[in-house]
């Protein structure tokens, strides 16, 4: 098998983690979006939290190093929080 | 006239501002050390037989002089001018910078031996380069990480891709040996000349591979050639009072350094035999690692004559009294107290009671004016000595004088006028910032207002005690003095303690009434306390009430008014609020409660129930004191439990309140029953043992046998102390002073109530019964073997009967392991609490609501994620139902 036939077969693998009810539900933003949401949060692409590209979550989403993804997950204080990753490197 | 000239000190605003942009450490080369030298040292001798400094020596005055008197032979400065100018050592043979010998290590791994190439091939290098140039623009955390996987890549060569050479495995051996692991196991030593020879061959544009920057830092320069000498400022030396000198440690370590390299320096001139110079070049290598840090691994310290360590570079930077902790972060301050704290009911929670003796050593600045010029007058003429009066006048051309030495003080404060200063003394109403260690939150540090006092102690409100964490068994505190109006603007609006009812840490009041005031509250407003005129005029004259008061509840045969009325005239008119109180035990319905066991207000009146614990208590939340500062204000509340407090206080006072055995009378019948429980449950207990000696227990899930008896027999236990926890609250006297104390939360628990009267129950040492002693029991008063309750550390008995002289070692044993214990974990979770205060320091909310560090990245898009402050809503929730309720809307 290629190299590129086993990455897809594993990229296949890590969705599975987003059946687990502990997965946060995740997206990856499309670059125009990606701006408001910078102006709205007042900050640079580099000053979100980072996560990894090699983050089982990334991997899933298929998001690539330059990304900035959408993580809704639950939360004690605010019930459902929508909080923003930069996708890094590594 | 030129030396008057010199004397007076630069002006601060003649200071050239500078921002600092950047901040880069690199390796001092040997070409800076050697520009940045004055002088060599050539000789180990630092004074003549004339005690006069050598020329050449450690202590030459060309390196800058400390003696007053003296000139500095460089810039021809006096001491106080003279910044002191490096020296330098020129070493007979390299020795390796022990701080870098790791990343020499790296290297020597790295590199080829030969030829000096990175151990990797053109296309990787090309290839790693293009990756690592793109990195470096924006993601350094992860250059970091690529250079890690470079330098592991080629670690694993074992021939130089470049010259062909085969590589041999270099060994580290801490602090500064490397050797060479040949072929047959051989180990063959890297001397520093070598290293250095091998370092100086790699090529820049390999280092830059390896994480280094060559510009700034070259590697052959952690082989040292040169040693730089601080001169005499940074090693004074001391003058005894037999008038010996006695040198500082760093310059006994570079007298050592200069002995031993001119020693080797001699060697290799007279040809000595290499063994020889080997030794000493060990040596001058041993000396410096040690110069620049004596607690090295592997190494002995170099200690003074005494045994003393010496304390050389890196410790007079490290730890808690080096120079960072204990220079740099922590100094010690002027306009600063301390001494013993002792409680004071009469002061308000915003004051602190000051003694006269500290009020005359604090001073305050006090700028003259045309307006304070008589105050300021009569301050000078009290003196030092007198308070309030002043220690000093600063004249408007900033000449000093100290009114200790000064004889005519009348004559002093008449040529007072408008732009003197005088720094008077602490005075009533000063604001002053309070502080008791440790310092765990921002409430150990708070503004009071100086209400001076007699004694030699600080007074506090008892309220306070809680954010302080402070009680009065010997506890002291300190007390600082803002000494400019910005400060004393900050402390008051920001730090002042009524701002700080409100705790940030769950929401509720962490100040608020405690013990004697709980008790006074429930007393004064339980069913059947009435008080007469005299005591409601004197309670509400304690309380500051300045009203009408209300009509007695009882007008004949005497005028009799309730303690709800009294609490009542002091209540907010506009008060509505219904809440449980600690005493309740069976009530469901506020409005159908005939025991007082809800407190109800209904515009202002109390209309049932008491003041407890759970009403007007500290660290109580959605309480009365709670809500009456949330709703009317710091200001207000503070007013409002300064005048509350000291009437209870007062009330308490009239009425006496005293605690004996009697409070702990408990009738015949009780003990019977106590009798019964723990015989009947001991029979169990044998029961349980006896099965198990006879094989018969069978062991739960995940547990032997052993631990299914243990675990049968605590319970069961455990049991009978709880059933006699029950005996004793049937029987123990209602009106007792410690039943009122238990159930309104002033002071104990029922816990403490079963332990005095009925049954001390199991002591344990780390949880477990008593275990440890003799082989197979725990006292030599028991049989071998022995699982029964008292073998193990069962009290049967209780405090007020006394306890057998066993129970009391077995007491007295458990009460020693909970002390361990405590302390122990406060250690634990101190050091942990610094950690995380030193990695959480400068987070901060910014204005956009976003929580971000200090280089502005993104933590939190939302603080807490809903935004919230804990301090300034119902304790983290938002309550909207009574949010629109107060708006005068409904849902």
């Given at each position: 098998m290629s190299a590129g036939g086993r990455r897809r077969k594993t990229e296949e693998r890590f969705k599975?983690?987003?059946?687990?009810?502990?997965?946060?539900?995740?997206?990856?933003i499309p670059k125009e979006e990606v701006k408001e949401i910078l102006k709205q949060l007042n900050a640079k692409m580099f000053q979100l939290p980072w996560i990894r590209s090699s983050d089982p979550l990334a991997r899933a989403i298929g998001a690539r190093p330059g990304n900035v993804i959408r993580i809704i997950r639950k939360s004690d204080t605010a019930g459902e929080f929508i909080t923003y990753r930069f996708v890094v490197p590594g | 006239m030129a030396t008057q000239a010199e004397k007076t000190s630069i002006r601060e605003e003649e200071i050239p501002l500078k921002t600092i942009k950047a901040i880069k450490f690199s390796i001092l080369s040997p070409d800076i050390t050697r520009s940045l030298s004055v002088m060599?040292?050539?000789?180990?001798?630092?004074?003549?037989?004339?005690?006069?400094?050598?020329?050449?020596?450690?202590?030459?005055?060309?390196?800058?002089?400390?003696?007053?008197?003296?000139?500095?032979?460089?810039?021809?400065n006096p001491p106080d001018k003279c910044p002191g100018h490096?020296?330098?050592?020129?070493?007979?043979?390299?020795?390796?910078?022990?701080?870098?010998?790791?990343?020499?290590?790296?290297?020597?791994?790295?590199?080829?031996?030969?030829?000096?190439?990175?151990?990797?091939?053109?296309?990787?290098i090309e290839k790693y380069r293009r990756r690592l140039e793109k990195l470096r623009i924006r993601w350094k955390l992860l250059a970091d990480r690529l250079i890690e996987r470079i330098r592991k890549k080629a670690m694993e060569r074992t021939v130089c891709p470049h010259c062909g050479a085969k590589q041999y495995r270099v060994r580290f051996e801490r602090p500064y040996t490397f050797y060479e692991e040949r072929e047959n196991g051989v180990l063959e030593r890297l001397d520093p000349m070598k290293i250095r020879e091998r370092l100086e061959k790699i090529p820049d544009s390999d280092l830059e591979l390896l994480g280094w920057d060559p510009k700034a830092a070259r590697p052959e320069w952690a082989v040292l050639t040169v040693l730089p000498v601080p001169p005499p400022q940074v090693r004074p030396s001391i003058q005894l009072e037999t008038g010996q000198r006695s040198e500082d440690d760093l310059t006994h370590k570079l007298v050592?350094?200069?002995?031993?390299?001119?020693?080797?320096?001699?060697?290799?001139?007279?040809?000595?035999?290499?063994?020889?110079?080997?030794?000493?070049?060990?040596?001058?290598?041993?000396?410096?690692?040690?110069?620049?840090?004596?607690?090295?691994?592997?190494?002995?310290?170099?200690?003074?004559?005494?045994?003393?360590?010496?304390?050389?570079?890196?410790?007079?930077?490290?730890?808690?009294?080096?120079?960072?902790?204990?220079?740099?972060?922590?100094?010690?301050?002027?306009?600063?107290?301390?001494?013993?704290?002792?409680?004071?009911?009469?002061?308000?929670?915003?004051?602190?009671?000051?003694?006269?003796?500290?009020?005359?050593?604090?001073?305050?600045?006090?700028?003259?004016?045309?307006?304070?010029?008589?105050?300021?007058?009569?301050?000078?003429?009290?003196?030092?000595?007198?308070?309030?009066?002043?220690?000093?006048?600063?004249?408007?051309?900033?000449?000093?004088?100290?009114?200790?030495?000064?004889?005519?003080?009348?004559?002093?404060?008449?040529?007072?006028?408008?732009?003197?200063?005088?720094?008077?003394?602490?005075?009533?109403?000063?604001?002053?910032?309070?502080?008791?260690?440790?310092?765990?939150?921002?409430?150990?540090?708070?503004?009071?207002?100086?209400?001076?006092?007699?004694?030699?102690?600080?007074?506090?409100?008892?309220?306070?005690?809680?954010?302080?964490?402070?009680?009065?068994?010997?506890?002291?505190?300190?007390?600082?003095?803002?000494?400019?109006?910005?400060?004393?603007?900050?402390?008051?609006?920001?730090?002042?303690?009524q701002n700080h009812i409100i705790t940030p840490r769950y929401g509720g009041p962490i100040i608020g009434?405690?013990?004697?005031?709980?008790?006074?509250?429930?007393?004064?407003?339980?069913?059947?306390?009435?008080?007469?005129?005299?005591?409601?005029?004197?309670?509400?004259?304690?309380?500051?009430?300045?009203?009408?008061?209300?009509?007695?509840?009882?007008?004949?045969?005497?005028?009799?008014?309730?303690?709800?009325?009294?609490?009542?005239?002091?209540?907010?008119?506009d008060l509505n609020w219904i809440q449980s109180t600690a005493i309740r035990e069976s009530c469901k319905d506020p409005y159908n409660c005939y025991t007082d066991e809800y407190l109800i207000i209904v515009n202002g009146y109390m209309a049932a129930g008491v003041l407890d614990k759970k009403s007007i208590g500290a660290e109580q939340v959605d309480s009365l004191w709670h809500v009456v500062v949330k709703r009317y204000g710091n200001s207000y509340a503070r007013k409002w439990v300064d005048s509350i407090l000291r009437s209870l206080v007062r009330f308490l006072d009239l009425r006496g309140f005293s605690m004996g055995i009697d409070s702990l009378e408990m009738p015949p019948e009780s003990y019977r029953e106590l009798d019964k429980l723990y015989d009947d449950s001991e029979k169990?207990?044998?029961?349980?043992?006896?099965?198990?000696?006879?094989?018969?227990l069978e062991a739960e899930p995940g547990l032997t046998i052993e631990e299914t008896l243990e675990n049968d027999v605590t319970i069961e236990l455990s049991r009978v102390r709880e059933a006699a926890a029950r005996v004793a609250e049937?029987?123990?006297?209602?009106?007792?002073?410690?039943?009122?104390?238990?159930?309104?939360?002033?002071?104990?628990?029922?816990?403490?109530?079963?332990?005095?009267?009925?049954?001390?129950?199991?002591?344990?040492?780390?949880?477990?019964?008593f275990k440890r002693g003799f082989s197979g029991r725990t006292t030599a008063h028991f049989e071998p073997g022995d699982l029964g309750p008292t073998a193990k550390g069962f009290v049967r008995?209780?405090?007020?009967?006394?306890?057998?002289?066993?129970?009391?070692?077995?007491?007295?044993?458990?009460?020693?392991?909970?002390?361990?214990?405590?302390?122990?974990?406060?250690?634990q979770s101190g050091y942990m609490q610094r950690r995380l205060i030193n990695a959480l320091q400068d987070i901060y909310v910014a204005y956009d609501g976003t929580v971000r560090n200090a280089s502005g990245s993104i933590i939190q898009t939302k603080y807490a994620e809903d935004g919230i402050d804990v301090s300034k809503s119902d304790h983290g929730k938002l309550n909207l139902d009574e949010i629109f309720r107060r708006a005068g809307l409904s849902r």
């Open positions: 599975r983690v987003l059946e687990h009810e502990y997965m946060p539900k995740a997206e990856v | 060599e040292i050539t000789t180990s001798e630092t004074y003549d037989e004339a005690g006069r400094p050598m020329v050449g020596g450690l202590m030459d005055k060309r390196l800058g002089v400390v003696e007053p008197g003296a000139r500095c032979e460089t810039c021809g490096f020296g330098r050592i020129e070493l007979a043979r390299p020795v390796i910078h022990v701080e870098y010998s790791k990343y020499v290590h790296d290297l020597l791994k790295t590199t080829c031996r030969e030829c000096g190439r990175i151990l990797l091939t053109d296309d990787e050592d350094i200069v002995r031993v390299n001119e020693k080797l320096r001699t060697a290799i001139e007279s040809g000595a035999p290499s063994s020889v110079v080997d030794q000493l070049w060990d040596l001058l290598q041993y000396h410096i690692a040690t110069y620049f840090n004596n607690e090295l691994p592997n190494l002995p310290p170099v200690k003074h004559r005494s045994g003393r360590p010496l304390k050389t570079l890196a410790q007079r930077l490290k730890g808690k009294e080096g120079r960072f902790r204990g220079s740099l972060s922590g100094k010690r301050v002027d306009f600063s107290a301390r001494t013993v704290i002792s409680p004071d009911p009469n002061l308000s929670i915003n004051e602190v009671g000051v003694p006269i003796d500290v009020a005359k050593m604090l001073t305050v600045p006090m700028t003259v004016t045309e307006w304070d010029l008589d105050l300021a007058r009569q301050l000078v003429l009290n003196g030092p000595e007198v308070w309030p009066g002043a220690n000093y006048v600063v004249y408007p051309d900033g000449r000093r004088v100290d009114l200790r030495y000064f004889r005519d003080r009348r004559e002093l404060a008449n040529k007072l006028a408008p732009g003197f200063i005088i720094e008077r003394h602490l005075i009533n109403g000063d604001i002053v910032l309070f502080n008791r260690q440790p310092s765990l939150h921002r409430m150990s540090i708070m503004g009071h207002l100086v209400r001076v006092l007699p004694g030699r102690t600080f007074r506090l409100h008892l309220a306070v005690c809680p954010p302080y964490n402070a009680d009065f068994d010997g506890d002291e505190m300190n007390l600082h003095v803002p000494q400019n109006e910005e400060a004393r603007a900050e402390a008051k609006t920001l730090m002042l303690v009434a405690r013990q004697d005031y709980i008790t006074g509250g429930y007393l004064l407003t339980k069913k059947d306390t009435f008080i007469n005129k005299e005591a409601i005029v004197y309670l509400l004259a304690a309380a500051g009430y300045d009203g009408d008061i209300d009509e007695p509840a009882i007008m004949y045969p005497k005028e009799l008014w309730t303690g709800k009325q009294l609490i009542s005239m002091l209540l907010p008119k169990k207990v044998l029961e349980y043992i006896q099965k198990f000696k006879e094989g018969k049937k029987y123990i006297n209602k009106d007792g002073e410690a039943y009122i104390m238990a159930k309104t939360g002033a002071r104990g628990s029922i816990v403490n109530i079963t332990q005095m009267v009925a049954m001390l129950g199991q002591q344990t040492i780390r949880g477990e019964r008995n209780n405090f007020k009967v006394g306890l057998t002289p066993l129970e009391f070692f077995f007491h007295a044993a458990g009460g020693r392991d909970g002390l361990v214990d405590t302390a122990v974990r406060t250690a």
